[in-house]
Structure formats: C-alpha cells, structure tokens
T-cell receptor, first 115, second 115 residues
Framework: AQTVTQSQPEMSVQEAETVTLSCTYD???????LFWYKQPPSRQMILVIR??????QNATENRFSVNFQKAAKSFSLKISDSQLGDAAMYFC????????????FGTGTRLTIIP | EAQVTQNPRYLITVTGKKLTVTCSQN?????MSWYRQDPGLGLRQIYY???????DKGDVPEGYKVSRKEKRNFPLILESPSPNQTSLYFC??????????????FGQGTRLTVV
C-alpha cells in the first residue's frame, strides 16, 4: 500500500516571501500521479498542482511549482511571492494509475502567512 | 456549473440515531467516493463506486454503508453512529479516464458531530 508523509504540521512565511512544503511518499509502482490540494478555512478542497511520475519536468502553475524527485520519492511544493490568500491547510496526495481512483493523502501542513 | 453537492453541511446527532449524508454530482461522472478527514490523519477513503450498482470498501469502511442506484447520487449512511465517527466528510467524483487530467471534484464537506 502507498503512504504519503508530510513532516511539517505547521509552517509560516512572511508575505511576499517563498516557502516550500515537503512531501515524501512510498510506492512500488513506477508510474503514478501526485497532487497538491489546498484547503482554506471554507473547507473546500482545491487542486493546486499535479504531476505525472513519468514526466521529468516539474509542474508549474503561476506562483506554485513542485520539485519532483522520483528516485527520492519526494514531491515538495514551492509557493513564491506568498499572499494572504495562500493561508490554508495543504495536502499532498498520491494516486495510482491502476484500479481504484483513490487518493492517498498526507496528514497536511497548515500554512500561515505573516503580513 | 460543475459541482458536487453535499447535504447537510453541519450535523449534530446522538449515538445510535441513523443518518444519511447525501451527495450529488452534475458532471455525469462514473466514479464517486467518500472520505473522512481527521486531525493528524489527513483524508481517508471510506467507500467508493466505479459506476451504478458497483461499490466497494475503501480504507476505513467500518460503520458506514453506501448505495449507488443512480449515477449522480452516492449517499453515505451511518446506521448506528458512534462518537468515533465525529469527523469532516467529503464526497468526491471524477471521470474514469485513468489519466492525470482526471481531476477529482470535491463537495463542500459535512461536519458531523456524534454525541
């Protein structure tokens, strides 16, 4: 079974600065998908960015980018130019390419933005 | 507007009183799933459905039931709720293409408290 680990329960960053959230995972599969979700106080789950394992190029979405290290099974999220609206719980998630479309989530990192 | 609708958003109930949390999606998605979110544990899959009349257990199915009589609806049933089922519940749906661009759409969440 796959597992996802987020070792930083809480992080904080000064507004306009850059912050990196860590995520590691364990799997025996060679191809899979990885995601970062944002959960603001409204509780809505919002997809931030996604990465397919066979693609070497790191995904980027505006101020959000990932550092995907397949051999190390690491998938960190970098937020540049942090804004107050980035304050949220962030979840890293894994999805196999086979069978059930289940997302396996990490335990989350709560990000605080300091004005 | 494409959406997953859960009801109710908040529910306080007593131990043993049967309840149903409804979930409906308007995107004609084949795949639907229920997750529960608990502090320090992230989101964990309860049950899923690959299509109408096809359901299966996720990682934490004990104490829950589901049904999928219509493609758009996937209710979660707690026949005898207990305090350890106090949690935040999410319904999600997606198209079953198996690809990375199969985005999971989440409902707004249901905060359940069992006293």
């Amino acid at each position: 079974a796959q597992t996802v680990t987020q070792s930083q329960p809480e992080m904080s960053v000064q507004e306009a600065e850059t912050v990196t959230l860590s995520c590691t995972y364990d799997t025996s599969e060679s191809d899979y998908y990885l995601f970062w979700y944002k959960q603001p106080p409204s509780r809505q789950m919002i997809l931030v960015i996604r990465q397919e394992a066979y693609k070497q190029q790191n995904a980027t979405e505006n101020r959000f980018s990932v550092n995907f290290q397949k051999a190390a099974k690491s998938f960190s999220l970098k937020i540049s130019d942090s804004q107050l609206g980035d304050a949220a719980m962030y979840f890293c998630a894994y999805r196999s390419i086979f069978g059930n479309e289940k997302l396996t989530f990490g335990t989350g990192t709560r990000l605080t933005i300091i004005p | 507007e494409a959406q997953v609708t859960q009801n109710p958003r908040y529910l306080i109930t007593v131990t043993g009183k049967k309840l149903t949390v409804t979930c409906s999606q308007n995107m004609n998605h084949e795949y639907m799933s229920w997750y529960r979110q608990d502090p320090g544990l992230g989101l964990r899959q309860i049950y899923y459905s690959m299509n109408v009349e096809v359901t299966d257990k996720g990682d934490v199915p004990e104490g829950y039931k589901v049904s999928r009589k219509e493609k758009r609806n996937f209710p979660l049933i707690l026949e005898s709720p207990s305090p350890n089922q106090t949690s935040l519940y999410f319904c999600a749906s997606s198209q079953r293409t198996g690809g990375m661009n199969t985005e999971a759409f989440f409902g707004q969440g249901t905060r359940l408290t069992v006293v």
